[in-house]
């Protein structure tokens, strides 16, 4: 079967919500990955494409086959850092040998605050109370935050069309991309309101957190997710507001999501699919 083409089966599992592989052989081997499961395991997909599948898991199940049909199974996935991500997985015998597997990330606790388990995005929560401490440490150490306000252009439109659960789905994807390229530990992804994301970062650079949006929009491009009533092309794209800043002292870390706001308004009303920098 290692010459059977995957691509009807990737067709269907591009847009799955949760991470999900296609693996064949003894010892199993990866024949395809989705775009979420790269995200998860903070690695590109051609890498992941014909790597043994116990190479990826830690304490993966013993009769792989035992969960087809059956409940989730707890596994651990390893990341490209070496740091691990525990998963719920679930199995399917393809009429052709394959399996399907399908990750889903567990929930996780930060700080007190739950991270959101079907995506690993941090709460919105969790994203303003991180602000704040930062916001109150540059303010002390004179040191520089940067934070991307992301919208996605025409998600109203995509709704229409295709309905809220197919529209959700597709916003988790593009929060995992993101989150996929924001990789470091002091960086902060969440979900704002339906379709709107924001990234915090600090001791970064203005002109380096303007080239991580420019990569971001790019990488949503990738993403190929067709959008019929779209006005920035055949393709779903988003539009980033930029603020990198060192925190005034008297000011309140509003000041910076503000500032992030107008520049993503900016590059809304100028087109879209297009990163503005702002300033405070």
Known sequence: MSTMDPTPTADVLRQAPDGSVVVQGSPLRILY?????????????????????????????????????????RVQLKRADDSVVGCERWAVLL???????????????????????????????????TLRRDWSIGQR?????????FDVDGCREYREVFGRVATDNVLRQLGRTIAATMRRASDVVARFGDDEFVALGVAMEAASASAFA????????????HHPRSRTGRFMTMSAGVVTAVPPRGQDCELLLEAAQRALERAKHSGGNRVEDGAI
């Open 33 to 73: 990955a989705n775009d979420t499961l790269a995200a998860l395991l903070r690695m590109p997909v051609p890498a992941l494409v014909g790597q043994k599948l116990e190479e990826l898991e830690i304490e993966a199940p013993l009769d792989l086959n035992a969960t087809a049909g059956c409940g989730a199974m």
């Open 95 to 129: 009429p052709d040998g394959r399996l399907a597997l399908y990750y889903r990330p567990l929930q996780r606790v930060v700080a007190g605050t739950a991270i959101d388990r079907a995506n690993g995005l941090a709460t919105a929560e969790h994203l303003l109370e």
């Open 141 to 149: 150490d004179g040191r520089l935050i940067t934070l991307i306000r």
């Open 214 to 225: 420019e990569t971001i929009l790019g990488r949503i491009r990738a993403l190929a997710i």
